[in-house]
């Protein structure tokens, strides 16, 4: 875990730069045209606040520290309605259900895998769900919240009417 959080992790290979370019596409309705213009924006953006972007072809960290890790704590009488047990690839895994009993049982919770359905509506809502956010980049780590900022802004810029404050 320890070398997944300082240098980053991947399952396998996945040509993330095209598969950005096609959501900004698809989920944003930036024209296909402006969209490898825009990923070479954010590109740029991600090595200003020294994140690794390395796996777009953009410059690494500084640090070499690629890894992050986020923490989700989902409220209990809220699990059944956000989460499932997953198998790989996400499929249910029906044994498990409902979660919110099979959570709360003796077991051991060293296999298995769950998925969490990110509404922005619940995860927007502290009463919901929280998230607890750390870079293995100190420099990033501190410039978090002025990259997302940033980032939000170059999207706006290119989707007015999809990306709202």
Request: glycine share 8%; proline share 6%.
């Amino acid at each position: 875990l320890q070398v997944a959080f300082f240098q980053g992790y991947s399952c396998k290979q996945v040509a993330f730069r095209a598969v950005l370019e096609e959501e900004l596409v698809r989920a944003l309705g930036v024209p296909t045209a402006t969209a490898q213009g825009l990923v070479e924006e954010l590109v740029a953006l991600a090595g200003e606040h020294n994140l690794d972007a390395s796996i777009l072809g953009g410059p690494p960290s500084s640090s070499g520290r690629a890894g992050h890790l986020l923490q989700i704590f989902v409220r209990r009488s809220e699990v059944d309605r956000l989460c499932y047990p997953a198998l790989p690839y996400g499929v249910v895994d029906g044994e498990r259900l409902p979660f919110s009993r099979w959570l709360s049982e003796d077991r051991s919770f060293a296999y298995g895998q769950a998925r969490i359905l990110a509404h922005p509506r619940h995860f927007l809502d502290p009463r919901s769900v929280k998230t607890i956010v750390a870079s293995a980049d100190p420099q990033f780590h501190r410039r978090r919240a002025e990259f997302g900022r940033a980032l939000m802004d170059r999207l706006r810029a290119a989707a007015p009417e999809v990306v709202v404050e």
